[in-house]
């Protein structure tokens, strides 16, 4: 027999972990109203009235543009633990800091010259 001792607390963790959006979602699905209205199945929009079909096509530029956003805030997000304990760092993770941002400058660049940072 397989026993694994000490992992009981775990087993507990995952067991709730498991029944709370079980639990939840049993919840909401006995609470929830039953009749279905003709509103409830249209578009909120601010409360506007929707006018048209919802499924319209953007043009790439605005995906782009939103790509290009994401990718440079999820990468300064990286550079924050780094300022933080620059101090203890040392020279080393300086100069990696710095190949870092030169990649990112370079990736700017890129990005600037195919356009991808343009609206019109």
């Known amino acids: 027999m397989f026993v694994l001792s000490g992992y009981e607390y775990l087993l507990g963790f995952l067991l709730v972990c498991s029944l709370v959006p079980i639990l939840a979602l049993s919840t909401s ?3 929830r109203p039953k009749a279905g209205f003709p509103e409830r199945r249209t578009t909120y929009e601010s409360g506007v009235e929707p006018i048209g079909g919802a499924w319209i096509q953007f ?3 605005y995906y782009m543009f939103a790509l290009v956003f994401v990718v440079f805030d999820v990468e300064t997000v990286f ?21 870092f ?5 370079i990736a700017l660049v890129y990005a600037w010259r195919k356009g991808a940072l343009e609206w019109s």
């Open 101 to 105: 941002i030169t990649i990112l400058v």
């Open 59 to 61: 043009n790439i530029r």
């Open 79 to 99: 550079l924050y633990p780094w300022a933080v304990a620059f101090h203890r760092l040392g020279v080393l993770a300086f100069i990696e800091a710095l190949i």
């Open 29 to 31: 699905r006995l609470v």
